[in-house]
């Protein structure tokens, strides 16, 4: 048996839906963009909501809006995808890495703390692969040092933090839409704030700061002249796009639910397994379960390599785990203390995890693990 590792899910009706828009004549941005981010507020429980090209972009963006500009620095982890440090060497800031909880994999509010310097503006927590930052010490050490807090919730769409859902928590969260998360507009993000005049600012910005939008110009009655009163950017989402993340938000509850329930049936089958660690959840946090992550524990008589090695070869795709920055040749010669990233980058691997996992392909995928662990038990 072959397993795909990932694949987003469709109903069968988005062709439909996307071709609608091509009919309307709104291929760029128009009024399905305008209604997703409502919706996509709505949901999250946040005041507005400002689509863009993809999570990067809105990583950028939001960074820039709390004017994170050259000379500063950006607390990360380097446990990320290495679009968490490209976002802020974009505005020409500096990402500093701090290490991570062992058991979350999240970034370490104390590490943070530590990692605080004079030219500091902003820290950003990852939700990473879909579970909560510890959010509480993060707007703490933010109050207490006057910086920023923009959320990298690329993974966490539909996630939870003590009852409210990630996106409404605060004044910046961003999300991926790319076909490896929860639900997909092929490329996209999305950016979630509590503050409204930020949100008008941020859809001026992602136009070339034009203030005035396609939407009103071709709305007018009369003779109208947009004006571009500062410098912004080009990172607008398609109304073809947005038409399938509506499509996408309506299956989202179900799709939540089957990667639940996949996930607790990989942890039920994994409980125990020598030289297996699963996946930790706090109990104050709901996690979207983007990702399925295993530990091979130090001590094993072969590696997390080794492991996805053999798995491979009985049709198990897997990827390592998150990667670490501070690993790639992109950003050499980092010095800080990341012990927990290191060990973390080095023993996890992910197994097949989407919501049209088969229950006959994922026993499969139990089987060989099983297989190969009781092996290096023995």
């Not at 996930?263 to 030289?275: I, K, Q, T």
């Amino acid at each position: 048996m072959q397993v795909p590792f990932a694949k987003p899910t469709f109903s069968g009706h988005e062709g439909e839906v996307v071709a609608a828009v091509i009919a309307s004549g709104w291929v760029s941005q128009g009024p399905k963009v305008a209604e997703f981010e409502q919706r996509f507020a709505d949901l999250v429980g946040a005041e507005a909501a400002v689509a863009v090209s993809n999570c990067t972009t809105a990583l950028a963006l939001a960074l820039y809006a709390e004017g994170v500009g050259p000379g500063d620095e950006v607390i990360v982890p380097s446990l990320s995808f290495i679009a968490t440090a490209n976002a802020v060497w974009t505005l020409g800031a500096t990402p500093v890495f701090a290490d991570i909880d062992p058991m979350t994999y999240n970034l370490d509010a104390e590490a943070t703390r530590r990692a605080i310097t004079p030219q500091t503006k902003a820290i950003m927590p990852v939700h990473q692969v879909g579970l909560p930052a510890d959010m509480d010490a993060f707007f703490a050490l933010a109050d207490e040092h006057g910086l920023a807090i923009v959320e990298d919730a690329a993974c966490a769409i539909g996630a939870s933090y003590k009852g409210a859902r990630i996106g409404g928590l605060g004044p910046s969260a961003c999300f991926s839409l790319h076909p490896r998360k929860v639900i997909t507009t092929g490329e996209g993000g999305m950016i979630t704030t509590q503050d409204a005049a930020k949100a008008d600012r941020m859809r001026k910005l992602r136009q070339h700061a034009m203030d005035l939008s396609d939407l009103a110009r071709h709305s007018a009655t009369g003779v109208v002249f947009e004006g571009y009163p500062e410098r912004g950017f080009n990172y607008r989402m398609t109304d073809m796009q947005a038409a399938l993340g509506l499509c996408q938000l309506d299956a989202l509850p179900g799709i939540l639910a089957e990667r639940t329930r996949l996930a607790e049936r990989y942890n039920d089958a994994f409980a125990g397994v020598p030289y297996l660690e699963t996946p930790y959840t706090p109990e104050h946090t709901e996690r979207t379960w983007q990702s399925y992550a295993i530990r091979v524990r130090p001590g094993a008589p072969v590696g997390r390599t080794e492991l996805m090695e053999l798995l491979l070869a009985e049709g198990v795709p897997t990827r390592r785990g998150v990667m670490a920055i501070h690993h790639e040749g992109a950003y050499p010669g980092v010095t800080a203390d990341l012990a927990h990233t290191d060990a973390a980058a080095a023993d996890v691997l992910m197994l097949p995890l989407f919501a049209d996992l088969t229950d006959e392909q994922q026993d499969h995928v139990i089987d060989r693990v099983l297989a190969h662990t009781a092996a290096l038990a023995a």
